[in-house]
Nanobody, 115 residues
């Protein structure tokens, strides 16, 4: 059974940092491209960052230079390091991957950026 479990969210002041983790089980993690999405209240879910099985990364323009996605295949875990956080980064963050045409999601972790 495939499971994705996110952690690391919380309340942080503007300019602060958080590191999100997503531990994956039940699949050949190293073979999958992994994604982080976020969904703010009243908005559509958006793709924030992606990392391929080979380690190539991609980011939405609004987080370039502030967020870093990485993976540790030995730990079956993908990370999202978020620096210089802004109030507009407030959202529920989800990790995700697709395999054999099936899209898998974690339960999400809340990130709130507020003074």
């Amino acid at each position: 059974q495939v499971q994705l479990v996110e952690s690391g969210g919380g309340l942080v002041q503007p300019g602060g940092s958080l590191r999100l983790s997503c531990k994956v089980s039940g699949t050949m993690f190293s073979l999958n491209a992994m994604n982080w999405y976020r969904q703010a209240p009243g908005k559509q879910r958006e793709l924030v960052a992606s990392i391929t099985s080979g380690g190539s990364t991609n980011y939405v323009d609004s987080v370039k230079g502030r967020f870093t996605i990485s993976r540790d295949n030995a730990k079956n875990t993908v990370y999202l390091q978020m620096n210089s956080l802004k109030p507009e980064d407030t959202a529920v963050y989800y990790c995700n991957f697709i395999t054999f045409g099936v899209r898998y999601w974690g339960q999400g972790t809340q990130v709130t950026v507020s003074s």
